[in-house]
């Protein structure tokens, strides 16, 4: 009876274990208008709705992010197609933005809404969508967020199992 009664307890245990997670990885940036350099194309040959409203946008961008630790900094590649949604008289941007670390890249793409005339974008969590080298098969969260002249950013991944 005893062995019943232990070989279910052990049983049991295997059977509820959960897989394990590797620990979470937290890297937090920082950067500014002047540590960004930008280009916008407009689509569409220029077409223009109404004053300085365009059918839509390529916006690509480069921004040198900053860590806690002041000798290292990160490279941000920032590609978005705007369109003008006739529907909403909003941008519906789509964006996949790269962080360029010496041991490898983290990516991430999302989708937020822009006003005509705004030149920031709004605050916005994406999914990270992939990585290479160090960072091959994580999984994760790029968090941006934009407070008193200051973007802050979080990059929150782990191993993927």
């Given at each position: 009876m005893k062995t019943i009664l232990f070989t279910c307890m052990v049983v049991f245990c295997f059977a509820c274990k959960q897989p394990g997670h590797s620990s979470e990885t937290v890297v937090s940036l920082t950067y500014q208008q002047p540590d960004i350099q930008k280009q916008f194309d407009t689509l569409y040959n220029h077409q223009q709705t109404t004053a300085g409203v365009y059918n839509g946008f390529i916006e690509q961008a480069l921004a040198i992010c900053h860590g806690s630790d002041s000798s290292r900094s990160i490279t941000q590649d920032v590609f978005s197609s705007m369109y003008l949604n006739g529907h909403s008289g909003q941008y519906d941007c789509v964006t996949t933005t790269v962080f360029q670390f010496p041991d490898g890249?983290?990516?991430?793409?999302?989708?937020?809404?822009?006003?005509?005339?705004?030149?920031?974008?709004?605050?916005?969590?994406?999914?990270?969508?992939?990585?290479?080298?160090?960072?091959?098969?994580?999984?994760?969260?790029?968090?941006?967020?934009?407070?008193?002249?200051?973007?802050?950013?979080?990059l929150r991944y782990h191993a993927a199992q």
């Amino acid at each position: 009876m005893k062995t019943i009664l232990f070989t279910c307890m052990v049983v049991f245990c295997f059977a509820c274990k959960q897989p394990g997670h590797s620990s979470e990885t937290v890297v937090s940036l920082t950067y500014q208008q002047p540590d960004i350099q930008k280009q916008f194309d407009t689509l569409y040959n220029h077409q223009q709705t109404t004053a300085g409203v365009y059918n839509g946008f390529i916006e690509q961008a480069l921004a040198i992010c900053h860590g806690s630790d002041s000798s290292r900094s990160i490279t941000q590649d920032v590609f978005s197609s705007m369109y003008l949604n006739g529907h909403s008289g909003q941008y519906d941007c789509v964006t996949t933005t790269v962080f360029q670390f010496p041991d490898g890249s983290i990516s991430a793409t999302g989708v937020f809404n822009l006003t005509p005339g705004d030149t920031i974008a709004p605050d916005h969590d994406f999914p990270i969508t992939g990585g290479s080298a160090a960072y091959r098969h994580i999984t994760g969260t790029y968090t941006r967020k934009y407070r008193n002249g200051v973007y802050h950013v979080q990059l929150r991944y782990h191993a993927a199992q």
